[in-house]
């Protein structure tokens, strides 16, 4: 499976298809939509409206009270009564504007805080359906990036940029008309000069666009860095390699420094250009216009009209042109999100399903035997339900199993597996040799090709058993433990969200982390934060021990925990870990041989093959490898 692309070009690939979704999320505020219409053309409609007063404001009040001040006249309140209604008026009319736009402002954040709401909301449910190779192929970076960079510039684009957009055309569109009226010279001169200042600005623009995606670029790069040093701090320290990760930090940072500065150069040239073009613009206008006065072919008023049309036409323009780009980004970060919303989900063909079941006595049958029947209480007895009832008892076969995770290279050949109910099969080998693969195709994490081979599970093909019901019947205990935020208690729970405190705490004993758990503040009530921060390698491993322990499952899988651990934890878990696989189907993927000596059964694989199979004491007798392993000549992992 490829990686999903979550760093692209900084341009969408289908922006009218992008548009439309979005608005599909939005569908349900068409109301909205209309009233945030209305509050934009009344702004902008109350800018062009107060600017046009301008016009009567010089012509019908200023010039006549300076032509009747400069002969001599004296002026008094009343000559002054009509301007000052007119501005009173002008004041009004902008006052309405700065209305308009707060009103479509708050909407237009309602609307954008539901619709982002939705995509969030959508985005994890289908995080949660993902197949597990998504994630593997994925950096946990770029999904974050997801949440975080993409979902803020849609925020933006949806709650600032869009409405200014409109707002900026239509503003635009009426101050043109109104120009036309005025002086169709003077707007043919400014139309021309705004079509250079675009040039200018597009020319800018693309160089921009390309450095900041190479800044977009290298921040993916230095968050999946952090990231990976923030987990990996303590292999860092013991190894002393501080220094070694502050020099690879420098680099990712230097480059980050340089895309930066050369994305930053051209974006705050942008600014000083387009503000000093619009003086050229406005200067060539005040003379052209000074020009026709003097000529008699247009009046003060209209000059000083068109002067505040100029600037009224100019600053949507440049803003337009300004947040072009930041349009395509945030549309590009939304067919990033869709990429994900659209990945096929973890696909399920399986019809037989997991049910209680209980036995009944041999009187109950009419041929006077037992008979296996699904209850629909708890009984403590499973069976696998697809035409007939088929008991679970934990019998796994792997036969003829060849896989691989991309087609060019196979990790597993020919791999043949038994493991009867109650056994204890251990998987060793060095590191590549599959055994981690092998539990994931148990798990169906992953699937194996019909004409590679079958696993079957008490005698049903696997494939044929629902995802939901097989993992319901498998425990897991990993060596790198995730506990969850929240309390010891809901991280036991986790493994049966239907268990009794009762159960909790027989699970938490049969683990052997009680005793640790009631001597803690707050005992099972202790909340656990940043992924057990709070408690030791050891006992963050007896809970995961008692997660499994609580769901009771008849097949286990153990990814050998008992490393970087105090030998008394050691020997509690191992206890625990004895416990637990005590009448269960036991797959061990071991890491140390001193812990598989009391399994039925020891597979050794080497990359991808089954090169040695027996007990501890068959496998000593061959002196092959596992001997060699055994005795440390050769390393295992």
Not at 143 to 167: A, C, E, G, H, K
Not at 264 to 291: C, D, R
Request: glycine share 8%; proline share 3%.
């Amino acid at each position: 499976m490829p990686p999903v692309k979550m760093r692209g070009t900084g341009k969408p690939e289908n922006t009218s298809g992008t548009v439309r979704r979005l608005f599909k999320y939005a569908s349900d505020s068409k109301f909205l939509f209309i009233i945030v219409l209305i509050s934009v053309i009344f702004s902008a409609g109350a800018q062009v409206a107060g600017d046009s007063l301008l016009k009567p404001a010089v012509n019908n009040y200023i010039i006549p009270l300076y032509e009747k001040f400069s002969s001599g006249q004296s002026l008094c309140f009343k000559d002054f009564i009509p301007f000052i209604k007119l501005i009173m008026i002008m004041c009004s009319i902008f006052a309405a504007g700065v209305l308009g736009t707060w009103v479509n402002a708050r909407i237009m954040i309602h609307i954008a805080t539901k619709l982002l709401f939705k995509i969030r909301t959508e985005l994890f449910h289908k995080m949660e359906t993902l197949p597990l190779k998504f994630y593997d192929f994925t950096a946990h970076g770029n999904i974050m990036s997801l949440y975080t960079n993409d979902i803020d510039t849609l925020r933006d684009m949806l709650s600032q940029t869009v409405p200014q957009l409109f707002s900026g055309l239509l503003s635009v569109s009426g101050v043109f008309i109104m120009m036309l009226t005025v002086s169709p010279l003077l707007t043919f001169i400014m139309v021309v000069t705004v079509f250079c200042m675009l040039m200018i600005a597009g020319e800018v623009g693309k160089r921009s666009a390309k450095s900041f995606r190479q800044q977009q670029e290298n921040i993916g790069k230095l968050n999946g860095f952090i990231e990976e040093m923030i987990e990996g701090q303590r292999v860092i320290k013991v190894f002393n390699r501080e220094g070694h990760a502050e020099a690879d930090f420098a680099k990712l940072n230097d480059a980050l420094c340089e895309a930066g500065t050369r994305a930053n150069t051209y974006g705050n040239l942008f600014g000083p250009v387009m503000g000093n073009l619009s003086h050229v613009q406005y200067a060539v206008i005040a003379i052209t216009g000074a020009f026709l006065v003097i000529k008699g072919k247009m009046d003060l008023g209209s000059i000083a009209a068109f002067l505040q049309y100029t600037r009224s036409f100019s600053r949507p323009v440049s803003m337009m042109s300004q947040q072009f780009n930041s349009i395509l980004n945030a549309l590009a970060g939304a067919e990033r999100i869709f990429k994900v919303i659209d990945e096929p989900g973890e696909r399920d063909d399986g019809t037989v399903t997991l049910v209680n079941a209980v036995e009944t006595s041999p009187a109950a049958d009419a041929e006077g035997k037992s008979k296996l029947v699904e209850s629909f209480a708890f009984t403590g007895e499973w069976a696998w339900k697809s035409d007939s009832l088929i008991q679970l008892k934990g019998d796994v076969e792997f036969k003829d199993v060849s896989f691989s995770y991309v087609p060019e290279k196979e990790i597993l050949h020919g791999i043949n597996i038994h493991a009867r109910p109650g056994q204890k099969i251990a998987l060793v080998g060095s590191t590549g040799s599959g055994k981690t693969t092998v539990t994931n195709l148990l798990t169906r994490f992953y699937d194996i090709d019909d004409a590679k081979g079958m696993i079957t599970y008490d005698g049903i093909p696997l494939k044929q058993i629902s995802k939901d019901a097989l993992r319901s019947s498998l425990g897991m205990v990993l060596q790198d433990t995730h506990l969850f935020t929240g309390t010891i208690r809901d991280n036991i729970r986790y493994g049966n969200l239907e268990a009794s405190e009762k159960q909790i705490i027989d699970a938490a004993k049969l683990a052997n982390a009680h005793e640790f758990i009631i001597h803690l503040e707050k005992g099972y009530d202790t909340v656990i934060s940043g992924d057990g921060g709070n408690l030791s390698q050891g006992q963050r491993q007896l809970l995961s021990i008692a997660r499994a322990a609580v769901a009771d499952p008849p097949v286990l899988i153990l990814d050998e925990a008992t490393s970087s651990i105090d030998t008394r934890t050691e020997h509690l878990i191992e206890i625990g870990m004895d416990r637990l696989m005590e009448g269960r189907t036991v797959f061990v993927i071991a890491h140390r041989l001193s812990t598989v000596r009391n399994a039925d059964e020891i597979i050794v694989l080497e990359h991808g093959t089954v090169v040695e199979r027996g007990n501890h004491q068959e496998l000593m007798q061959m002196q092959g490898r596992y001997y060699n392993l055994y005795t440390g000549k050769f390393e295992l992992d």
